[in-house]
C-alpha cells in the first residue's frame, strides 16, 4: 500500500476523560464521516483503529479507539495523524480535490511558464491557500486556491494553471 492510497482525514488531539476515550480533530467535510471511513492507520501503517464516536466536544469529536482503554494510552497518541484507505473515502465532485493530490503538482502561469510547485494547501478559516515554492523566490508565495486564481487542476498531466492576482507575481 502506497502512501497516496491512503488521505489523511483526522488527528488525535488527545485524551478526553480518564477511560481512554480519545479528542478526535476531523478534517473532513462532515466531521461525524471520519468513524465511517475506518479502519484508520498510524502514517507509517503500523497500527489501526476503529472508531466509536461517543459525543461531540469542544474543538472536535470524543471518540473510542479500539485498543486504547486508558488515559496513558490516549495521551500517548496525542498528535498521532490517522489516515483512511482511499477507496474508503467518497468520490469528489470534478471541481475538488484531496489536498495529498495537490502537493507536489507543478504550478505554471497563463503563459505556461513554470512557477513553482505546490509544497502544501493550508486553511486557515477563510478558505484554501496554496503553498508554493516559487523559483528564484527565498519566500513560498501563498495564494488563495479559488476557479479565478487556480483556473485549471490537472491531476493527470500533474499540473496547475495559476493566473495571479497583480502584486503577486
Given amino acids: 500500500m502506497t502512501g497516496s492510497d491512503r488521505i489523511c482525514v483526522g488527528s488525535v488531539a488527545g485524551a478526553f476523560g480518564v477511560q481512554g476515550e480519545v479528542r478526535l480533530k476531523s478534517f473532513c467535510s ?6 465511517a471511513y475506518g479502519p484508520l492507520f498510524t502514517e507509517d501503517g503500523s497500527r489501526s483503529f476503529t472508531v466509536k464516536l461517543t459525543r461531540g466536544v469542544a474543538g472536535g469529536l470524543a471518540a473510542r ?15 498521532t495523524a490517522l489516515f483512511a484507505e482511499r477507496s ?8 475538488e480535490f484531496y489536498h495529498t493530490d495537490l502537493i507536489g503538482l507543478a504550478v505554471f502561469d ?8 505546490i ?11 496554496l503553498e508554493i515554492d516559487a523559483t528564484g523566490r527565498k519566500q513560498p508565495l501563498l495564494l ?3 476557479m ?22
Fill in 65 to 79: 479507539l479500539s485498543g486504547v482503554t486508558t488515559k496513558e494510552q490516549a495521551d500517548a497518541l496525542r498528535g
Fill in 144 to 146: 488563495p486556491f479559488t
Fill in 110 to 117: 497563463t503563459g505556461g511558464q513554470r512557477i513553482g510547485a
Fill in 148 to 169: 479565478a486564481n487556480v483556473p485549471t487542476v490537472d491531476l493527470h498531466s500533474g499540473k496547475v494553471i495559476a493566473d495571479l492576482p497583480e502584486g503577486l507575481d
Fill in 119 to 129: 509544497r502544501a494547501v493550508h486553511n486557515h478559516g477563510a478558505g484554501d491557500l
Fill in 88 to 95: 474508503r473515502l467518497p468520490r469528489l465532485p470534478d471541481d
Fill in 30 to 35: 462532515d466531521p461525524e464521516a471520519i468513524a
